[in-house]
């Protein structure tokens, strides 16, 4: 099994990304570019919701932690899960300070609703294989809650989907060791892209962006 090393890690948020759009994943995570639209921006604030604070509230047997940060060798990828409920279960681990043992639950807010893409349930699954790693026990589901119907997806980490996250990372890593920039396919999804104005997908076929920017130039300097 390959061990990334600490600078080989990919941010883990860049799996629903590299899964929406290749090249998008390029973009934002090897070229460093982003470009807010109000479909990013819902996102952050519901993100900053969930990361209000980093405290764990004990509900009878249930315990709730915010913004946990979490990583994992095998895939080479590091970030923080949203929301981990961890629940009292003979299959959990020790927690310091709590009594019993307890099994992780990771929890991820999205706007809007369920997708058809599995874009949001790979990054879920790849935050269920970090807490396994890092915390040596089962992590067999997890959530997903879209804050345009206010619900929770329940989202079984199966066999199917971890060997689809593996292999996407896989991918990534390749990428990112090539400082490979996919080029423009555009697609319906474009639309929904907060990088479309940058990545200029209506113009494929006619320019290529480094193309159509010489001859922006060129209009600029004859007026
Ligand atoms: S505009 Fe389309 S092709 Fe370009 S990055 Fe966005 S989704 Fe990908």
Known sequence: MTAYGEEDLLQ???LQHFAFCRRQWALIHLEGQWAE???TAQGQILHQNAHDDGFAEKRRDLLVTRGLRVFSRSLGVSGACDVVEFRR???GVPLRGREGSWLPTP?????GHSKETDADRLQLCAQGICLEEMLACPVPAGYLYYGETRRREEVPFTEALRTQ???MLEEMHQYARRGYTPRVKPGKFCGACSLKEL???GLLGKLSPEKYIRAHLEEVAEE
């Open 12 to 14: 883990l948020s860049g």
């Open 89 to 91: 279960s003979p299959e």
């Open 165 to 167: 996250v593996r292999e």
């Open 37 to 39: 639209n109000i479909l």
């Open 107 to 111: 929890v991820e807010y999205k706007r």
């Open 199 to 201: 990545c200029l997908p």
